[in-house]
Nanobody
Framework: VQLQASGGGLVQAGGSLRLSCAASGRTFSSYVMGWFRQAPGKEREFVAAISRYGSNTYYADSVKGRFTISRDNAKNTVYLQMNSLKPEDTAVYYC?????????????????WGQGTQVTVSS
């Protein structure tokens, strides 16, 4: 599967952005989907994940209550709605797909990665 992330940009603290990740290739609904992010000088970290049909979602504590992951299997797309953004949310955001049947939160369990989209939150 190929993944294409979009929707990043520059936003002021307190603002919102919606990231999208379009998938092509094998049946989209067969993948658990996740969002990760990587800030300069830091390791890539888990942000959110969603089960194959969207019934289960998981979030990092740092974004819980502010970010929402969703998916539209008919459009082969996963979304990350980000509200109440903070400067510490600044990072390159990556979408990823996992062949696992379980929703997992570690980078090593994801098999395919998009190219990343930059999110910058100014204070």
């Amino acid at each position: 599967v190929q993944l294409q992330a979009s929707g990043g940009g520059l936003v002021q603290a307190g603002g919102s952005l919606r990231l999208s990740c379009a998938a092509s290739g094998r049946t989209f609904s067969s993948y658990v989907m996740g969002w990760f992010r990587q800030a300069p000088g830091k390791e890539r970290e888990f942000v959110a994940a969603i089960s194959r049909y969207g019934s289960n979602t998981y979030y990092a504590d740092s974004v819980k209550g502010r970010f929402t992951i969703s998916r539209d299997n008919a459009k082969n797309t996963v979304y990350l709605q980000m509200n109440s953004l903070k400067p510490e949310d600044t990072a390159v955001y990556y979408c990823a797909a996992s062949n696992s049947v379980r929703v997992l939160t570690t980078t090593g369990n994801y098999d395919y990665w998009g190219q990343g989209t930059q999110v910058t939150v100014s204070s």
